[in-house]
């Protein structure tokens, strides 16, 4: 007689209550969930995975403290669960993980998008549990590039060195509100000050975090957390009110990153 599959043990990880309870009652629906476990918060979940050692994970991107890659850094990639990334970053999310759908979630997901990677991931967990199996293939190889990336300093800038005739100045990248082309350089906009920067716009965008940073138009770049409002305008465009009273415009161009990243219509 065939031995039964071993119940899967899956843990939901969003600092937004109705995200995760949207998880769980699919989860709770599929017969081959065992267990589920809710962490709110990278703290509470780094904590699970190290002591209950879920099968599977679905872990949002963007939380306070500790975000989805952060929770990764802390447990390590060689222990880390099977695992589902959930974001609203449209645009990012496909450049990111296209290479294996099977690693993320696109907030807000469909049924039928939500099935099809339970698929996966259930065929991917099948084959770790097998006697032949590699649990190096938690994670696509696009994922897995992208957290190398964030855990090598540097290739995510934490800091920007503006230099001067006589000194360079250390402006830390969460300190910035906004960004804006210049020609071949970028004025950088922290704290009431203004720094010309020697690179292209689309240069600094590349190291910049992308889920922090957000392209509103072709000649700039805005820190989510400096946003105060949007302004509706005419022709699909909208302001963007920063919390220092500094206006600028989205372009429509742009708005269907922006609608991703927040995971709503404008």
């Given at each position: 007689m065939e031995a039964q599959p071993k119940p899967?043990?899956?843990?939901?990880?969003?600092?937004?209550?109705?995200?995760?309870?949207?998880?769980?009652?699919?989860l709770a629906k599929d017969g081959d969930i065992g267990e589920i476990l809710q962490a709110e918060n990278g703290v509470a979940a780094v904590t699970l995975i190290q002591?209950?050692?879920?099968?599977?994970?679905?872990?949002?991107v963007q939380m306070p403290g500790i975000d989805g890659f952060g929770v990764i850094d802390a447990v390590g990639t060689d222990d880390m669960p099977l695992t589902?990334?959930?974001?609203?970053?449209?645009?990012f999310a496909l450049r990111?993980?296209?290479?294996?759908a099977?690693?993320?979630l696109l907030k807000p997901f469909g049924n039928t998008r939500y099935e099809r990677t339970m698929e996966r991931v259930k065929k991917r967990l099948h084959d770790q549990r097998s006697e032949n199996s590699d649990n190096s293939a938690s994670f696509g190889p696009e994922l897995l590039q992208l957290v190398s990336q964030r855990s090598k300093p540097g290739q995510i800038w934490d800091w920007i060195a503006v230099k001067s005739r006589d000194n360079t100045r250390l402006i830390m990248t969460q300190d910035i509100d906004w960004i804006e082309a210049a020609g071949v350089y970028v004025t950088i906009h922290a704290g009431g000050e203004e720094f010309l920067y020697r690179a292209g716009l689309a240069t600094v965008a590349s190291r910049l975090d992308p889920f922090r940073f957000i392209r509103i138009?072709?000649?700039?770049?805005?820190?989510?957390?400096s946003i105060a409002?949007?302004?509706?305008?005419?022709?699909?465009?909208?302001?963007?009110?920063?919390k220092d009273g500094t206006n600028l415009m989205m372009s429509r161009s742009y708005r269907a990153e922006v609608e991703a990243v927040l995971g709503q219509n404008l």
């Open positions: 899967i043990c899956a843990l939901v990880v969003d600092d937004e209550a109705p995200a995760r309870r949207r998880l769980v009652d699919r002591r209950a050692k879920p099968d599977i994970v679905f872990l949002d589902v990334f959930v974001t609203a970053y449209d645009q990111a993980f296209e290479a294996d099977l690693d993320y138009h072709r000649s700039s770049i805005v820190n989510l957390k409002l949007l302004e509706r305008r005419s022709h699909g465009e909208f302001a963007v009110v920063l």
